[in-house]
Protein backbone atom coordinates (compact mmCIF):
# COMPACT_ATOMS: atom_id res chain seq x y z
CA UNK A 1 0.00 0.00 0.00
CA UNK A 2 1.37 3.15 -1.16
CA UNK A 3 1.03 6.73 0.67
CA UNK A 4 -0.96 9.41 -1.76
CA UNK A 5 0.97 12.26 -1.04
CA UNK A 6 -1.28 14.61 -4.31
CA UNK A 7 -0.06 18.14 -3.55
CA UNK A 8 -3.59 20.22 -3.55
CA UNK A 9 -3.96 23.89 -5.32
CA UNK A 10 -5.28 26.51 -3.52
CA UNK A 11 -8.41 26.37 -5.79
CA UNK A 12 -8.53 22.54 -5.25
CA UNK A 13 -8.77 23.33 -1.66
CA UNK A 14 -11.60 25.81 -2.16
CA UNK A 15 -13.76 23.87 -3.98
CA UNK A 16 -13.08 20.83 -1.63
CA UNK A 17 -14.26 22.96 1.52
CA UNK A 18 -17.51 24.65 -0.33
CA UNK A 19 -18.10 20.77 -1.46
CA UNK A 20 -17.73 19.46 2.28
CA UNK A 21 -19.95 22.47 3.85
CA UNK A 22 -22.65 20.88 1.29
CA UNK A 23 -22.55 17.68 1.87
CA UNK A 24 -20.04 16.75 4.97
CA UNK A 25 -16.75 15.56 5.67
CA UNK A 26 -17.25 11.96 4.97
CA UNK A 27 -19.15 12.50 1.39
CA UNK A 28 -16.07 14.72 0.47
CA UNK A 29 -13.08 12.79 1.71
CA UNK A 30 -14.59 9.99 -0.55
CA UNK A 31 -15.51 12.13 -3.18
CA UNK A 32 -12.03 13.68 -3.51
CA UNK A 33 -9.97 11.14 -2.01
CA UNK A 34 -9.06 13.34 0.78
CA UNK A 35 -9.06 12.82 4.38
CA UNK A 36 -11.46 14.14 7.03
CA UNK A 37 -8.66 15.45 8.74
CA UNK A 38 -7.36 17.25 6.19
CA UNK A 39 -10.76 19.02 4.90
CA UNK A 40 -11.51 20.23 8.73
CA UNK A 41 -7.49 21.93 8.73
CA UNK A 42 -8.46 23.24 5.17
CA UNK A 43 -11.45 24.87 6.43
CA UNK A 44 -9.67 26.27 9.89
CA UNK A 45 -7.06 27.98 7.72
CA UNK A 46 -9.54 29.25 5.28
CA UNK A 47 -11.52 30.50 7.76
CA UNK A 48 -8.63 32.22 10.03
CA UNK A 49 -6.60 33.06 7.05
CA UNK A 50 -8.57 33.07 3.60
CA UNK A 51 -7.45 31.84 0.59
CA UNK A 52 -3.97 33.23 1.15
CA UNK A 53 -3.57 30.77 3.79
CA UNK A 54 -3.15 27.32 1.65
CA UNK A 55 -0.18 29.89 -0.36
CA UNK A 56 2.03 29.75 2.78
CA UNK A 57 5.39 28.26 2.74
CA UNK A 58 6.01 25.49 5.79
CA UNK A 59 8.33 28.32 7.48
CA UNK A 60 6.13 30.80 7.25
CA UNK A 61 3.25 28.04 9.15
CA UNK A 62 5.46 27.12 11.57
CA UNK A 63 6.10 30.63 12.42
CA UNK A 64 2.61 30.79 12.73
CA UNK A 65 2.15 27.82 14.71
CA UNK A 66 5.04 29.27 17.39
CA UNK A 67 3.11 32.79 17.55
CA UNK A 68 -0.33 31.11 18.86
CA UNK A 69 2.03 28.84 21.32
CA UNK A 70 3.52 31.86 22.60
CA UNK A 71 0.14 33.65 22.77
CA UNK A 72 -1.44 30.87 24.55
CA UNK A 73 1.42 30.76 27.02
CA UNK A 74 1.15 34.83 27.38
CA UNK A 75 -2.59 34.09 28.29
CA UNK A 76 -2.10 31.66 30.79
CA UNK A 77 0.49 34.04 32.37
CA UNK A 78 -1.48 35.97 32.11
CA UNK A 79 -4.23 34.98 34.28
CA UNK A 80 -1.53 33.73 36.70
CA UNK A 81 -0.78 37.10 38.07
CA UNK A 82 -4.18 38.28 37.61
CA UNK A 83 -4.75 35.34 40.22
CA UNK A 84 -2.11 36.47 42.11
CA UNK A 85 -3.14 39.85 42.53
CA UNK A 86 -6.70 38.95 43.46
CA UNK A 87 -5.24 36.54 46.32
CA UNK A 88 -3.14 39.65 47.41
CA UNK A 89 -6.28 41.48 47.44
CA UNK A 90 -8.53 39.64 49.82
CA UNK A 91 -5.64 39.12 52.32
CA UNK A 92 -5.33 42.36 52.29
CA UNK A 93 -8.69 43.22 52.70
CA UNK A 94 -8.69 40.50 55.81
CA UNK A 95 -5.91 42.01 57.05
CA UNK A 96 -7.64 45.19 57.20
CA UNK A 97 -10.90 43.86 58.88
CA UNK A 98 -8.96 41.89 61.75
CA UNK A 99 -7.21 45.30 62.68
Known amino acids: MTKHQKRWTPSEKLEIINYYKLH ?6 REFNVSAGSIYKWKETYESDGVSGFSKTQKETSVLVE ?9 ELKKMVAEKELRLRIQHEMLKKSL
Open 24 to 29: GATKAS
Open 67 to 75: NRRLKREND
